[in-house]
């Protein structure tokens, strides 16, 4: 069983509103087994949504329609339905006290426009709105050999999310006959689309079930994982069986799943032994620090952090030897790895992590162009038998990095790199990459 999503406005299709009623509406339809083939956007024009509809009904068993339902001039989606099923729109007494008795409620007179929202396509039905005065409509369509209903919903989500529940959503988890979609994310980062599809080959064939495939934002390679079942125990099993098989094909890679961050995954290896995290940051401007305390629960592992964006700041807040700045520069490794470790002895952390970079737009050279980050990891140096760790002896490891994009991206990456450096340090195994 299928469906498509219609959505109309002109708030949506000039980029005013998001369109978040057909992301909410797909996730409610897969959860029942309903997949959703298209999901079309149309202005308060009644002739493009007659087309949508006349185009929609012949191709899916399902039409979800949102929007255009309203009593203004520019609400149009009955009128266009209307058409597309050559049928009047006749006034309904029954709807016609809907809007009535609402405006009674709230002691005021219903205006006369209010009165189109009580015409309706002939041989349609009513789908009651208790939140508002667009009632919705059901009609039931059929072109050539096939056979398709029509839901019309109001645009507004409170109301559209309760009528669907209330009366749409069990009529067509009633014709799936309990068929399900369950999905499951995984998330990795480190290494770009092509490679990380080209390890998962042949669980990305289209044909398989449960279907694998890749996304990718912010630098974050998602693998999405889809089992499409006529049960939900069979629909879970396999979709667990498809998830082993990518973490044994990615292992470590994979940071986490579903909402995880990378800053998450870090957060699940320091809180429950109790070690903590301090940062020092050039180019990224405590963007590194703002990610580690996204986390609920971040006050158990991180201290604090410094942001020592001149040099002048990184020699009097840190102590970084002016020499080492002459001599090899800002973005370079010595100089991260003296600032991990000064703030690792000033924060009295386990771990610290440091960060300088050419962000850009300005500022590279042909032998550090923009793009160039330097990360440094500062640890504990293994303390002698029988003494206790030192705060002020540490090891560090630091790594030279070229990232691509615009300012944004690249300050984005260097963070999220650091937080991949102390991921793979806690599962004491070297960088894969």
Not at 47 to 76: F, H, K, Y
Not at 400 to 423: N, Q, S, V, Y
């Amino acid at each position: 069983m299928n469906a498509i999503i219609l959505s109309v406005g002109d708030e949506l299709v000039l980029g005013q509103t998001i369109d978040t009623n057909s992301a909410w509406l797909s996730q409610q339809l897969a959860a029942i087994g309903c997949d959703v083939v298209a999901q079309l956007t149309v202005g308060d024009d009644q002739n493009a949504i007659q087309q949508a509809i006349e185009e929609s009904v012949g191709r899916c068993d399902v039409l979800l329609i949102t929007g255009g339902i309203g009593p203004t001039a520019d609400d149009l989606t009955r009128q266009a339905l209307a058409a597309a099923m050559n049928v009047p729109l006749e006034l309904n007494d029954q709807w016609l006290h809907r809007p009535q008795a609402f405006f009674r409620k709230i002691n005021r007179d219903m205006p006369e426009m209010n009165k189109i929202q009580a015409m309706i396509p002939r041989g349609a039905e009513m789908i009651e709105n208790q939140h508002g005065t667009a009632s919705g409509i059901r009609f039931q369509s059929q072109i050539a050999n096939r056979k398709s209903e029509i839901f019309v919903l109001p645009g507004v989500p409170k109301e559209m999310k309760s009528m669907f529940q209330r009366d749409v959503l069990p009529h067509i988890q009633q014709r799936t006959g309990g068929a399900i979609i369950l999905s499951k994310i995984l998330h990795t980062f480190g290494m770009g689309e092509s490679w990380i599809a080209q390890k998962l080959a042949d669980l990305m064939k289209r044909d398989r079930n449960p279907s694998v495939g890749t996304t990718v934002s912010k630098g974050i390679v998602s693998i999405r994982i889809n089992a499409r079942y006529p049960s939900r125990d069979q629909a879970q099993q396999q979709l667990d069986a498809t998830e082993q098989q990518c973490r044994a094909v990615l292992g470590d890679l994979i940071f986490g799943a579903d909402d995880d961050t990378l800053a998450a995954a870090v957060a699940r290896s320091l809180a429950p032994s109790r070690l903590t995290i301090s940062t020092a940051e050039s180019c990224t401007g405590g963007l590194l620090a703002k990610m580690l305390t996204d986390v609920p629960g971040s006050s158990d592992y991180f201290t604090q952090g410094w942001v020592t964006y001149s040099n002048k700041a990184k020699v009097d807040r840190l102590g970084v030897s002016e020499n080492i700045l002459n001599t090899h520069g800002a973005v370079s490794e010595p100089v991260v790895q003296a600032m991990a470790r000064a703030a690792r002895r000033l924060a009295r952390s386990d771990f610290a992590l440091a960060i300088s970079g050419i962000a850009g737009p300005t500022g590279g050279t042909p032998q550090k162009p923009v793009g160039t980050v330097c990360i440094a990891l500062a640890s504990a140096k293994p303390a002698p038998s029988g003494a206790g760790p030192s705060s002020s002896d540490s090891d560090s490891t630091s790594r030279t990095f070229l990232f691509p994009g615009d300012r944004e991206t690249i300050r984005d990456r260097a963070a999220k790199m650091a937080l991949t450096m102390l991921r793979f340090h806690l599962l004491d195994k070297p960088l894969p990459f």
